[in-house]
C-alpha cells in the first residue's frame, strides 16, 4: 500500500486530474489549529473570509475533513487530521517561504494567481477555484524551488505568449518580486517592480529566466 504521508512531485503548473481541493471552512478549519505567524501569512496570502473563522464555519469544515477520513477525534475527545489534510496544516502553519505566481492575460482583466508554500519538509502548490475552494498538490521541499518556479513560468507562456507572470516571495522578513514576459525568442524580466515603469533588469534567454527566478530565493530560509 502506497504511503498516504508522502508527497508527490510538483512536475508543472496545469495541475493534473489526481490533485485534491479543500472547500474554504475545511482550509479555516486546518489553518485554526496552530495559531503561528507563519499560520497568519498563510491565512492573508489566500485570502480567507474572516467569517470562514467562526465557529460554525470551522465546524463545517472539521465535519467535511472527518467524512473524508481526514480528520478522526481521540476517545479522550482529541482531533488529529490524517493524510493530505494533516500534511496541508503543516504546509501552511510552518511555512517558512511563500510564492504568490500572478498570471496576467492579455489584458489585465484577465488575472489568475497560485500560491506555493513552503515548510521545512512539505510544499503545496495551490491554485484558488470557485466558491472559495482551493486546488492542492503536494511535494517534498529539495531545495530547489526556483528550478520548480522557473518550469511554472516557461509552461506559462508555452500555453499563452501574450501572457505575464508577476513573481513575489515572501518570507517573514520580507518580499522580492520579479516581473516576465516573452520578448521575441527571450524574456523581459524586471525585478523590484513597484508601479508601471519600474524595476531592473531587460531581455534574457532562458538560463538568464533562470538566473532572474534563482535571484529571489538567494535568501536562505530554514529547509
Do not use: C
Not at 476517545?75 to 510552518?94: F, H, M, N, P, Q
Amino acid at each position: 500500500m502506497a504511503d498516504p504521508m508522502k508527497g508527490t512531485p510538483l512536475e508543472g503548473f496545469e495541475l493534473p486530474d489526481d490533485v485534491f481541493g479543500l472547500g474554504a471552512a475545511e482550509l479555516a478549519y486546518l489553518m485554526a489549529r496552530h495559531e503561528t505567524p507563519a499560520g497568519e501569512r498563510s491565512r492573508r496570502l489566500l485570502m480567507l473570509d474572516p467569517l470562514s473563522a467562526e465557529d460554525a464555519a470551522l465546524l463545517a469544515g472539521a465535519s467535511s475533513l472527518a467524512s473524508r477520513g481526514w480528520l478522526t477525534v481521540t476517545d479522550d475527545g482529541a482531533a488529529e487530521t490524517r493524510s493530505s489534510a494533516e500534511l496541508v496544516e503543516y504546509a501552511v502553519g510552518a511555512a517558512t517561504r511563500w510564492t504568490r505566481v500572478g498570471l496576467v492575460g492579455e489584458n489585465a482583466s484577465q488575472m489568475d494567481f497560485a500560491v506555493l508554500v513552503e515548510s521545512d519538509t512539505v510544499i503545496a502548490l495551490m491554485q484558488p477555484r470557485q466558491l472559495a475552494s482551493w486546488f492542492i498538490r503536494l511535494g517534498e521541499r529539495d531545495g530547489n524551488t526556483s528550478a520548480l518556479v522557473t518550469g511554472l513560468v516557461r509552461e506559462r507562456f508555452a500555453a499563452n505568449p501574450e501572457s505575464g507572470v508577476f513573481l513575489e516571495v515572501q518570507t517573514l522578513d520580507g518580499s522580492t518580486n520579479l516581473a516576465v514576459r516573452q520578448s521575441g525568442s527571450g524574456f523581459e524580466a524586471l525585478a523590484d517592480v513597484a508601479g508601471p515603469g519600474t524595476g531592473t533588469g531587460g531581455v534574457v534567454d532562458a538560463e538568464g529566466l533562470q538566473g532572474a527566478v534563482s535571484a529571489l530565493y538567494a535568501e536562505a530560509v530554514s529547509a
